[in-house]
Nanobody
Framework: QVQLVESGGGLVQAGGSLRLSCAAS????????MGWFRQAPGKEREFVAR????????YYADSVKGRFTISRDNAKNTVYLQMNSLKPEDTAVYYC?????????????????????WGQGTQVTVSS
């Protein structure tokens, strides 16, 4: 079992930055791949980024590539999402998720069903 708690959301102006954190409980955190998803009002939950258990391989949605960076600290049982150059269209509830399934392609990394545990989410609002 893995429990996930996100933090770091808030209100920021366009062009600004935020860093989200996701703290995980459980001794097996380091064996899970971790992902970030987001869901805007009236829209489906969408993939943002994923990082392998070792941190060596990452995947990003095209919409955030070059602006967002996912990282992890297994010693702290924490995964991060650094978000720069934020846009109003980045406004959403951001969720972290843990996966014990390998992902050898972007398709498998980005599927909701590839993830086993989810956090409750943190709101990010970007004003224009």
């Amino acid at each position: 079992q893995v429990q996930l708690v996100e933090s770091g959301g808030g209100l920021v102006q366009a062009g600004g930055s935020l860093r989200l954190s996701c703290a995980a409980s459980g001794r097996t955190f380091s064996s899970y791949a971790m992902g970030w998803f987001r869901q805007a009002p009236g829209k489906e939950r969408e993939f943002v980024a994923r990082i392998r258990w070792s941190g060596g391989i990452t995947y990003y949605a095209d919409s955030v590539k070059g602006r967002f960076t996912i990282s992890r600290d297994n010693a702290k049982n924490t995964v991060y999402l650094q978000m720069n150059s934020l846009k109003p269209e980045d406004t959403a509830v951001y969720y972290c998720a843990a996966s014990n399934k390998p992902a050898r392609t972007y398709y498998s990394a980005s599927r909701l069903t590839s993830y086993d545990y989810w956090g409750q989410g943190t709101q990010v609002t970007v004003s224009s």
